[in-house]
């Protein structure tokens, strides 16, 4: 049972267009919310994240939107650079119960030059 | 600081041998975390300390796996009788009680023949 996914294997733009990576949740008791980014050969790495308390929480060309209601998060990449072709995880916690984070299978993303 | 380490960075081993991984974590950080991710899977969560304590693990941790951090400061994760399916990247974290930021390492990619 994926309480995380993300529907997308792969995603391909252009360079300096907007790239938006989904994700879907269906445990209710998620209440933060973490995008990770992972080279080949490489550990997850950091990106964003949000709270349940927000709708939206934005770090220079990154922005990560929550609607609770359908339970869906995604993050946008505006303006796409080739720097930014890798593996992107949608992550979630229960902040109150378990300390695991729950991941989703991945979205590639390929930025085109 | 130098991130979260892990030795080896890849094992080969046959099948029923044991293997042990090393994960040294940021020295300020008191939550370790070990995960598991499988080819085109997002990592699994397999256990979590505190300190020194093994406080939560996940049903994926098998009676062939252990795990300790017996000073409170570097971890390892042993597999026992190792078994094709064991193979997989594993995947070491760590962060501050006070902060969500996760930090993860390079991972000890296991190859089981």
């Known amino acids: 049972d994926q309480q995380v996914k993300q529907n997308s294997p792969s995603l391909s733009v252009q360079e300096g267009r907007i790239s938006i990576l989904n994700c879907d949740y269906t445990?209710?008791?998620?209440?933060?919310f973490l995008w990770y980014k992972k080279y080949p050969a490489e550990g997850p790495t950091f990106l964003i994240s949000?709270?349940?308390?927000?709708d939206k929480n934005e770090d220079g060309r990154f922005t990560v939107f929550l609607n609770k209601s359908a339970k869906h998060l995604s993050l946008h990449i505006v303006p796409s650079q080739p720097g930014d072709s890798a593996v992107y995880f949608c992550?979630?916690?229960?902040?109150?119960?378990?300390?695991?984070?729950?991941f989703g299978k991945g979205t590639k993303l390929t930025v085109n030059p | 600081d130098t991130g979260v380490s892990q030795n080896p960075r890849h094992k080969i081993t046959k099948r029923g041998q044991n293997v042990t991984f090393r994960c040294d974590p940021i020295?300020?950080?008191?939550?370790l975390y070990w995960y598991r991710q499988t080819l085109g899977q997002g990592p699994e969560f397999l256990t979590y300390?505190?300190?020194?304590?093994?406080?939560?693990k996940s049903r994926l941790l098998s009676d062939r796996f252990s795990a300790e951090r017996p000073k409170g400061s570097f971890s390892t994760l042993e597999i026992q009788r190792t078994e094709q399916g064991d193979s997989a990247m594993y995947l070491c974290?760590?962060?501050?009680?006070?902060?969500?930021?996760?930090?993860f390492g390079s991972g000890t990619r296991l190859t089981v023949v």
């Open positions: 974290a760590s962060r501050l009680s006070s902060n969500y930021g996760y930090t």
């Open positions: 992550a979630a916690s229960d902040e109150g119960g378990s300390e695991k984070l729950v």
């Open positions: 445990n209710s008791m998620f209440d933060y």
């Open positions: 020295s300020e950080h008191n939550r």
């Open positions: 949000i709270s349940s308390i927000k």
């Open positions: 300390f505190q300190n020194e304590a093994q406080l939560e």
